[in-house]
């Protein structure tokens, strides 16, 4: 498969808020606030869009990631468990590699009034989580998440795509043979799951069965990534990292490196956009809005790591607000 090259589409981008320590997992909150990590610093922190404070929710320790709302109301966070070592030069700051002692990752649950972080899972069938990237809820109230430190050579037996009960009591395998998997994400309908690889700048979609947490028949039968379908390929020097799906079912994907900013794929894969967001490590998307009258959730919340940023764009196409289970 041939992937499109993406079109240039400028957008206005603007500054939320500055002086995070690489922010990730953005979430727009009912009451207007964006919640977000920072993954250097080790927090969930709260983003006032009207005025750029930031204010400290939990302190999560390790190296908290993605992060959206569940069923509860509470923050479930991938904490990659301090995968990465941190580089800073001239305001720029940039991931390095994992230190000697990092261990594992795990999936973390933050109550947003009292800042207590509790410990779901370590582990999947006995083996421990590598490094927790990126989740997102489904309607049943269960969520899939990615374990970016899988790789190919040094853990051919641990899958890069979980499914897991919000009340921590199952976590389960899902997809085999990926590499390096960010971003995660659910069609409209819920009938397919997206994840992003970041080395090879590709999305992968699985078809979602009926029951909760299951594949349906494989979209590709001769698949080494357990039946998943290539969907999109980026251009050389082009690497993906977090993602969102707006309500036309494009998936968003955060982009790094020469793409820098937002690369959005059409369903069929036939078509895509990249709206430049003038930081070369655009780490995450997340749609709002409408606490502020925005109906059709059309404002993107853009993570800027490198600069630090919380940067927002009005979206071309409606928005499709996290499912909370």
């Known amino acids: 498969m041939t992937s499109p090259e993406p079109r240039s589409m400028p957008l206005d981008v603007r500054v939320v808020a500055e002086g995070l320590q690489f922010p990730e997992g953005p979430v727009a909150m009912p009451d207007g606030s964006v919640v977000l990590v920072e993954i250097a610093r080790g927090t969930l ?56 002692t990092y261990d594992h990752g795990c999936i973390q649950r933050v109550d947003l009034g009292t800042g207590e972080v509790e410990t779901l899972y370590e582990a999947c069938d006995g083996q421990p989580l590598v490094a927790p990237n990126d989740l997102v809820f489904d309607a049943h109230g269960g969520f899939w998440f990615t374990d970016h430190g899988v790789q190919h050579g040094a853990h051919p037996d641990r899958p890069g795509l979980l499914y897991a009960k919000a009340d921590g009591s199952e976590v389960r395998a899902m997809a085999f043979g990926t590499e390096a998997t960010n971003g995660v994400g659910l069609a409209p309908d819920g009938s397919r799951v997206y994840v992003a690889e970041t080395h090879s700048g590709t999305v992968w979609e699985w078809a979602v069965g009926d029951a909760p947490g299951t594949f349906g028949a494989p979209l590709d039968p001769d698949s080494a990534k357990s039946g998943g379908r290539l969907l999109f390929t980026a251009p050389a020097g082009w690497l993906f990292d977090s993602l969102a799906v707006d309500g036309d079912g494009w998936v968003c994907v955060a982009t790094i490196g020469v793409g820098g900013g937002v690369t959005a794929v059409s369903p069929d894969g036939t078509q895509a956009d990249n709206v430049p967001s003038g930081d070369f490590l655009t780490t995450n998307i997340c749609f709002g809005g409408a606490a502020h009258g925005d109906d059709d959730h059309r ?16 979206w071309p196409r409606p928005g499709l607000p996290l499912a909370h289970g």
């Open 299 to 314: 404002t993107a919340y853009l993570t800027a790591s490198s600069s630090g940023r919380l940067l927002a764009v009005t």
């Open 45 to 100: 922190t709260r983003v006032d869009p009207a005025t750029g404070e930031a204010t400290v929710v939990a302190e999560c320790g390790g190296g908290p990631n993605g992060a959206a709302v569940g069923p509860d109301g509470k923050v479930y966070l991938c904490n990659n468990g301090g995968y990465f070592t941190w580089l800073t030069n001239d305001g720029v700051t940039i991931p390095g590699p994992s230190p000697d």
